[in-house]
């Protein structure tokens, strides 16, 4: 039987180069023990976690499970309230969308807009989960460097080949090469957003070639086929997101799910409309209304914290007009089975599309 067992594997002492991806508002101690138990690496994305509701998550999954589990934050500078005429210009831009559901219209948009990263991270030096991740940006070397004494594997997501090697040279255990083709929220934090769209594949062996550290392949996977694919190139694992959205554990509600395997190919789009970071989700009314009309935003995450209320009125009403369903370009290829089950699937696919392979080539 082939095996799949890859040094990162050894590195973060999982059995299959599976990583369910840390998505925010989405991910649960459920999915996380699904996903390790089965022998993959479980994540919880605690990017708008406080830290006492980190703690519990860290305490659920440990009660559950002894296998190594992902923490990830994102690492986004702190934010500070736009000016006000800005708030008012953003507001009404959302007028509309707002007085369909009746929710009622701010006078502006006050912090805060995040829980504070410096409390999150002490959190995390207080859970020691055997992995922390990080997204959009860095945490500063002396944090870094109590992380990694604590004796906690550090990864972190890069979208183009300088990033990588950037983040290596701040002492990263792997990078995550995050394709063009990912859903959620685009990692980019060197340079315009719009430069580090390079698809999964290409960047993949791209940073492979460009760093020492093992790379994680995302973007785009969503079989065992892609997952050979990228272990072809180099890579030695495959971070899945959206092909976890859909499963029972998530906490991604009805409409989002829907949303993503009602596709039919590729429906997604890059938007800030909804957060004021660029993330791609499915294309609804809001994105192509905010495109069509140009809306002003306000920064990232102020802008998020403007949409919630819309965000989750759209989700209660069980329409995804408005509702930001965060999906990767091959949605249409997610299987909406429990976590356990899908990770064993994916290990059968990829084992057989390794071995489809060399009946091919010999």
């Known amino acids: 039987m082939t095996t799949l067992r890859t040094p990162l594997c050894e590195l973060l002492n999982i059995e299959v180069p599976i990583i369910q991806a840390p998505m925010a508002s989405t991910s649960t101690p459920d999915l996380a023990v699904a996903v390790s138990e089965a022998g993959g690496l479980g994540s919880l994305g605690h990017a708008y976690t406080q830290p006492d509701a980190m703690r519990a998550e860290a305490a659920a999954v440990r009660a559950r499970t002894t296998r190594p589990f992902n923490v990830n934050l994102f690492a986004a500078p702190q934010p500070v309230e736009p000016p006000l005429p800005q708030q008012v210009e953003a507001i009404g831009a959302m007028r509309p969308a707002l007085e369909q559901y009746g929710i009622a ?194 920064p990232f995450p102020a802008q998020g914290k403007l949409t919630a209320p819309l965000r989750q009125a759209s989700a209660k009403a069980g329409s995804a007009d408005f509702y930001s369903a965060w999906s990767g370009q091959a949605g249409s290829l997610a299987r909406p089975l429990p976590a356990a089950d899908l990770v064993r699937l994916l290990v059968d696919e990829t084992r057989e599309a390794i071995d489809r392979l060399r009946r091919v080539v010999t």
């Open 105 to 298: 219209i701010p006078p502006r948009v006050p912090p805060p807009y995040a829980p504070e990263l410096d409390r999150q991270l002490e959190a995390v030096c207080d859970v020691r989960p055997p992995v922390f991740t990080i997204h959009l940006g860095e945490i500063p070397p002396a944090m870094l460097e109590r992380i990694r004494g604590l004796g906690i594997r550090l990864g972190s997501a890069a979208t183009s080949v300088r990033e990588a090697r950037y983040l290596e040279g701040l002492g990263a255990d792997f990078i995550i090469a995050q394709g063009g083709e990912a859903g959620g929220h685009r990692g980019t934090f060197l340079g315009p957003w719009e430069q580090a769209m390079t698809g999964t594949l290409a960047l993949v062996r791209q940073i492979v070639r460009a760093v020492r550290v093992p790379v994680v392949a995302a973007g785009g996977i969503m079989d065992g086929a892609g997952i050979a694919a990228v272990l072809a190139l180099g890579a030695q694992a495959a971070q899945l997101g959206t092909a976890f959205v859909v499963c029972p554990e998530s906490a991604a509600p009805d409409v989002h799910r829907k949303a993503i395997v009602a596709m039919d190919g590729d429906e997604t789009t890059i938007t800030r409309a909804f957060s004021g970071k660029p993330a791609r989700g499915v294309r609804n009314r809001f994105t192509e209304a905010a495109e069509r009309e140009t809306w002003p935003l306000l």
